[in-house]
């Protein structure tokens, strides 16, 4: 088990006032619209393929790149919701709940929470108290990923504070062999988000657990000079020339999925990749981790020596469409079965207390487990969980604009700071 | 009006009793004759077996040059030079007639000119520096001989059978080119020099394929037309005809697994195709395919589809959700519109 006890302190400022009920669709076919694509598309279905095993009812899964906009088109003006949703936006799933558009969950849900979650967890997955949604995933995301053999060969070692990787990624660049860092935001209308991740875990360093959350929920502005000092660091450390492979065009252009290509390549394009644990689909098959293996990881260090926050994320599954067929799909993925089968194939941690962490496949998994229990703070995603419109998608627009360098932080910072003021007009 | 002892002769007893007499009616001396002048012997061999390859080694030289000129006229031109029916044909009478040696000797030959058509085609290939390395180079005339299926089989089932039947009756001769076309012979053998000299072994195999599916259906075919015409083993050899015949349709029976797994790709991709291209009219009527990619990866489809149109497209999920349907197959869509906006969708 995984212990989420700060987490919990977290993800309590997630919970707000929310709304539920929605019609019954009575459809044996259920549609799942979630995130995942390609080999996670593959995982997901096979998480619930004993299910459709054994009631007999077909889910069909449905991964879309534009997730967020789809999502809420589906949901708004097209008013063709799915039966159910993967969602990785808290601030989503609150809008979504404050719309009317998500059903309350059966009873038999919050049982199935109670059971084969640790409390903390289950806090994930409601909205002002009440249960909406069943957590899924969680991702972390503070991971650095490098080649034990290519660091070993050049005398380079893991870091042990920000200055240091620093330090570590100038030495790299001087050398000239190959880029510090490997990096691509490119992901349809998703562009910017693995950006937005980087500001997100430097400002949690250097400015501190309490300025991180007053700024995912909207009391510290973008103008605030930590905020502004955060973005600044994220710059000369990874953006400034030279940096990244293929300089700042490539960092733009390259999909997400396609920036771990060059840290495998022979010659390497980069020494280091900084991505969430679910990196590990998108690496050639058959890729070794740890000390001795293709690749190893160090989390992402913090200003003192020992100090180490980590960043996680997490994804939730929510209720559109009440119906015997999507009540009994919810209740198997609150179930202690939903998400073993992932799991044993690598590349996801569930939140499940009824998964221990011998169900985890490799050491890799087990040390992150267990990394995640000794941080010094956990933090949830901050851009995922502001209000949509701001987090998932004026950020990860401005954010593209300001990496790509054709837009100064103090424009991106008057234009989101100007969107929030205007949401909270607006209630939100 | 009186009957005699014999009891009376049923409707199908009566069809019965002609096909068996005109089964053993025994072939015209002529008809015999002409079996006989398809593999000469004695003296007249060598300069059979000299014009045979010359032939095979000019026939292989169009169909080479054709097949990478991506010329459909040419290769045509090629099957109508090229010899391998007659030894092919020979193989099967002496097969039905039971003469080992001279079966042997048409199996010679034949390998022959296999083997010859086949280095023509790489030296061509090599004289004509052809630069093609991936299989989605290859001229169109080159890749159809790369994907034999079982409809493959059935038009060389038909063809040997038409060779059977004309070759032993000189008055229908004229008919013998027209199935020299529709059963090719020396294009898919220049195809496999032509993909063995890029290195494309994979296609080369499944052009040699293409090949044996002929031949073991011509001389299957060919044969059982050839008893129908009255050809039966010599008296020493009589009691391994039917052994003989079952030989022939085990490599039929052989040839055909591999190409019933290949029509059932052929099929599932042809499928997607069509899933794909009425997926798109159903999904959004105003836009335009550019470009269609798609392919079956296992049980996967892969589709990469470049659209245009007047208007945003409706979503991208909505495409996949609908090629998903109708295809019945886990998708993964990636939709590029109007070149600048792109789209990833999976389905499972």
Redesign the interface.
Known sequence: MIRLASLAVVLAAVAVAGCGGSSSSGERALEV?GP???VE??R??EVVEPFTRRTGIPV???????FVS?LQ?RAGEDNDPPDLAVVPQPGLIRELVRDGSVARPSAAVASALAANYPPEAVVLGRVDGEVYAVPFRLTVKSLVWYRPSVFAAHGWKPPRTLAELDRLAARIADAGEMAPWCLGISA?SATGWPATDWVEDVLLRTAGPRVYAGWASGTVPFDDARVASAFADVHDLVLAPGRAAGGIASVVATSVSSAVEPLFADPPGCAMLKQGDFATAWMPDGTTIGPDGDVDWFLLPGTAAGTTPVLVGGDSVIQFRRSPEADALMRYLAGPEAGRSWVAHGGFVSPKKTIPPDAYPSDYLRELTSALGRASTLAFDASDRMPPAIGSGLLWREITRWVAGVEDYETLARRLDAARALSAQAGD | MTHGADSPETPAGSIVRRIRVALSAPPTEDAVAAIEELLPEGDEFLPYFRRFMMLIVLSAGIAAFGLLADSAGVVIGAMLVAPLMTPITAAAAATVMARNVRLARSVGVITAGMLGAIAVGYLTALIARTQVTVATDLPGEVVARTFPGLLDLGIAVTAGAAAGYILPRRSTLSALPGVGIAVALVPPLATVGITLEVGLGREAANAFLLFLTNLAAIVFAASVMLIASGFRPSATGRGSLTRRLAITLLAVVVVAIPLTLHTRAVIRQTTLVRSVSSSVVAWDGSVRVVELDARVDGSRAVVELLVSGPDEPQ???KL??EI?RRWHG?V?LTLLYQRDS???????
């Open positions: 619209f995942y694509r390609g598309a593959d997901f279905a069909r899964y449905v991964g879309s790149v534009d789809d088109r349809g | 979503p991208a999920w996949a959700s998903e886990p993964d792109r789209f990833e969708v999976s389905v499972r």
